[in-house]
């Protein structure tokens, strides 16, 4: 069974940092790619980052490119996210998500498995 736990989400200010992690047990992930996604509230969940889990390729939304970072630690099974630069819109439950490497990579929808989320705010 899949298993994707988030953790490192918290209460951090305007301009502050946090570091997400995705431990990622129950399958091989070779061919996945691993994504995240938020949601605020009264929001669409929304593509964040991904990384294939074989190669380099990373992708972001635009919203947060240049100030967040996707990575991977393949011998620990974990996803990262690396934010900077935090404002109060990136306030938002951040999930986890892992799919098939050859689907869209921005889409909720390519997504098979999710995390149960963690939650991130940014006071002002």
């Known amino acids: 069974q899949v298993q994707l736990v988030e953790s490192g989400g918290g209460l951090v200010q305007t301009g502050g940092s946090l570091r997400l992690s995705c431990a990622a047990s129950?399958?091989?992930?070779?061919?996945?790619?691993m994504g995240w996604f938020r949601q605020a509230p009264g929001k669409e969940r929304e593509f964040v980052a991904s990384?294939?889990?074989?190669?380099?390729?990373?992708y972001y939304g635009v919203p947060v490119k240049g100030r967040f970072t996707i990575s991977r630690d393949n011998a620990k099974n974990t996803v990262y996210l690396q934010m900077n630069s935090l404002k109060p819109e990136d306030t938002a439950v951040y999930y986890c998500?892992?799919?098939?490497?050859?689907?869209?990579?921005?889409?909720?929808?390519?997504?098979?498995?999710w995390g149960q989320g963690t939650q991130v705010t940014v006071s002002s």
């Open positions: 129950g399958r091989t992930f070779s061919g996945y790619q």
């Open positions: 998500a892992a799919g098939p490497s050859d689907r869209a990579t921005y889409y909720r929808e390519s997504y098979d498995y």
């Open positions: 990384i294939r889990w074989i190669r380099d390729s990373t």
